[in-house]
């Protein structure tokens, strides 16, 4: 028996453009359109449900909202063959959160072919502790192996190591034999970033080279990024020849000082990751693989779980750089 009313974190604008949320209740009926109705477990705290939850115009037009880019529950009712109530499930990005009703809810209602089945070797707590971070990492592993760089090619740099997406990437990548140099801007962070496995890490000012120089000696052999602005910069001037730079992130700037010297004297490959829209088919693969050969022993420390209750001050410390790991919210448990 499916209730009226659902509880949610709704963002509202007011005509003089203040934002604000609370915690209210809206009815079942108010959902966007879809096939399947998700009952909600959990969900997981993003840089973007930050901004989302801040009313930010780049992630969210349309209000009310319902932030939560991720969301891991059981159906509750569907309408297509390929799901049943029961069934666990996982949704990730699209537009969810952004400009729809997204996690930060009992309920969702979502397009069947946003649904990801849960992999057999996943549970909802896990799915949440990866959420969009952990699927956004497996995607720039996927780009790095797609220009072949491989364990044997040398050093991967990641970059806002102690974020979420970071702090994955260090992980996945240490386990699958790469090493690790992990960049943070917390010196408290060191012991975790080492304890996931990463080879070095190395505080920000070291990779910051703000010399003006268009090439740096060559260290690097890939490198995930997810701060954009000089690091990506500096992480691309000195990249390798042949390597690749995935990025993905934009935590400390959106320009790109840069000359084209590393793209045509290195052959240097700088590629863009999109986890909101990624195909369906390499979402699939993902989802399997960081259920699979990829899944982390480590990954109950790397979240702290949170009630519902206490995910409004976590924007102003995620959109601060102040948060180590995943936070994961419980929402029905
Ligand atoms: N393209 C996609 O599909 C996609 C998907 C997910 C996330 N993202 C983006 O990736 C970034 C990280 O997301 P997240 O959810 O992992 O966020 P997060 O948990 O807040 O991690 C971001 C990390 O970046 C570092 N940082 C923060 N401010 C910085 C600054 N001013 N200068 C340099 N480093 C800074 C901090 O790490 P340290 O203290 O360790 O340096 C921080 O923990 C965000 O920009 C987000 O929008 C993109």
Not at 45 to 55: C, F, H, P, R, S
Not at 191 to 204: C, H, I, N, T
Not at 216 to 225: C, E, F, I, M, T
Not at 279 to 308: V, Y
């Amino acid at each position: 028996m499916l209730p009226n009313e659902f509880r949610c974190y709704l963002v509202t604008k007011d005509d003089n453009g203040n934002v604000a949320g609370q915690f209210t209740t809206r009815r079942l009926d108010e959902l966007p359109e879809g096939e399947v109705l998700i009952r909600v477990a959990y969900s997981s705290l993003n840089y973007k449900d930050a901004l989302a939850a801040k009313g930010h115009p780049g992630v969210n037009k349309v209000f009310p909202h319902i932030p939560g880019v991720d969301a891991a529950g059981t159906v509750a009712q569907s309408g297509v063959y390929e799901f049943v109530a029961g069934d666990p499930v996982i949704v990730t990005g699209f537009d969810m959160g952004a400009n729809r009703w997204g996690g930060y809810a009992e309920y969702i209602r979502v397009p069947h072919d946003w649904i990801v089945p849960l992999p057999q070797d996943l549970n909802l707590p896990e799915a949440m502790v990866l959420g969009t971070a952990g699927f956004t990492a497996g995607l720039c592993i996927d780009a790095l192996e797609s220009h072949d760089v491989l364990p044997e090619r040398g050093e991967i740099v990641v970059s806002g190591a102690s974020g979420g997406v970071g702090s994955m990437a260090v992980a996945i990548l240490a386990k699958l034999g790469y090493r690790v140099v992990a960049v943070t801007g917390k010196p408290s962070a060191h012991d975790y970033l080492r304890s996931l496995g990463a080879a070095e890490v190395v505080g920000r000012d070291a990779l910051d080279d703000s010399s003006g120089k268009p090439l740096l000696s060559g260290r690097w052999a890939g490198g995930v990024d997810t701060v954009g602005g000089k690091m990506l910069a500096s992480m691309i001037r000195a990249t390798r020849h042949s390597g690749c730079i995935a990025a993905c992130g934009m935590a400390g700037g959106t320009d790109l000082p840069l000359t084209v010297y590393p793209f045509i004297l290195r052959a240097v490959a700088l590629t863009g990751v999109d986890a909101a829209w990624c195909r369906l088919s390499l979402r699939h693969e993902t989802w399997a693989r960081l259920a699979g050969n990829w899944k982390l022993d480590c990954l109950d420390k790397m979240a702290q779980f949170i009630p519902f209750e206490d995910l409004p001050p976590k924007f102003d410390e995620i959109l601060a750089g102040r948060i180590t790991g995943r936070v994961a919210v419980t929402i029905g448990g």
